[in-house]
Nanobody, 128 residues
Framework: VQLQASGGGLVQAGGSLRLSCAAS????????MGWFRQAPGKEREFVAA????????YYADSVKGRFTISRDNAENTVYLQMNSLKPEDTAVYFC??????????????????????WGPGTLVTVSS
């Protein structure tokens, strides 16, 4: 599975962006998909994750109510709609895939070690 994220850019505080992550391969529907971000000088942190059918998702507290993760299994794509962006959302955003989900729940999906595949990341910059 190869992942390619896109949609990053420069936006003013309060604005919106939608990130996309396209996955290759025919096993997309079996993958738990996640979004993480890494700001300069900080560790990579969990943002959101979505289960196979797309009906269940988890979010970090810092983005809850502002970000929405969704997936289109027919298009092998997962999205991250980001609204009401803040300067502290500035980071490189990575999508990730768990090929063999063994569990579910926030503690499982928030760990970077859960995921087998990572995309190269897309930069989001939010100006104040």
């Amino acid at each position: 599975v190869q992942l390619q994220a896109s949609g990053g850019g420069l936006v003013q505080a309060g604005g919106s962006l939608r990130l996309s992550c396209a996955a290759s391969g025919r096993t997309f529907g079996s993958l738990v998909m996640g979004w993480f971000r890494q700001a300069p000088g900080k560790e990579r942190e969990f943002v959101a994750a979505i289960r196979l059918t797309g009906r269940l998702a988890y979010y970090a507290d810092s983005v809850k109510g502002r970000f929405t993760i969704s997936r289109d299994n027919a298009e092998n794509t997962v999205y991250l709609q980001m609204n009401s962006l803040k300067p502290e959302d500035t980071a490189v955003y990575f999508c990730a895939a768990d090929r063999s989900p063994t569990s579910w729940g926030l503690e499982y999906v928030r760990k970077t070690s859960t995921y087998d595949y990572w995309g190269p990341g897309t930069l989001v910059t939010v100006s104040s």
